[in-house]
């Protein structure tokens, strides 16, 4: 094989994961700017093709990428551009723990699917918004205070597509991802997560 034919082929999935991650900020940018998208842009975001090039940033977007594209023991970390707090049950008003771990970062930064599954919640009501995903694992993940969900209830998405974006609805002047991990796929049945996302979001 000639040598830059190797080097070509090594270079393929990078360049579709940039592509990917610049496609999920572009998406982002404007959907918190109240711009009009065509209908494929409500989609979920995956890959696109060969050579496709967008204008947004190429420094964030392959930082985005660098996560999206990145897997561990097939998963990926849900906020790829977020900060990682370990705040597992701390305590909340009225005697409660926290019942998950919180990522901080920006509004309308993209949040992805942990890993294949199914969408089984996406609503909105006094926890704000947010979207739930029953993994092809059995394990059950909730994403809440989005700024908007960019899936429904029955949707089939691979681990990495973007399924919301991340905002403060819920919890106003704080925006984070509030994620929780259900080991038997139930709601309730939470564990801490961060050991889990310690491993996927690096």
Known sequence: MPADEGCATAEA???RAVHRGA?????????????????AATEIVRPQRDGERTSVAMSRAERVAAQVSRSANG???????????DNWHDPRGGGRLHKGIDMSGNR???LVAIEDGVITKSESDSYGIHVALLGNSGHG???????????KVGDRVKGGDVIALM????????VHLHFE??????????????????AICR
């Open 141 to 151: 993940y909730w994403y809440l205070h989005n700024e908007r969900n960019l899936v």
């Open 167 to 174: 905002g403060d609805t819920g919890s106003r002047g704080s």
């Open 13 to 15: 999935p990078r360049q």
């Open 108 to 110: 309308g930064d993209p």
């Open 75 to 85: 998963k990926f970390c849900p906020a790829p551009t977020g900060t990682l707090h």
């Open 23 to 39: 496609a999920a900020l572009a998406m982002a940018t404007a959907l918190i700017a109240g711009a009009a998208l065509p209908a």
């Open 181 to 198: 991990w259900w080991p038997s796929g139930q709601q309730w049945s939470q564990e801490n997560p961060y050991p889990l996302l310690l």
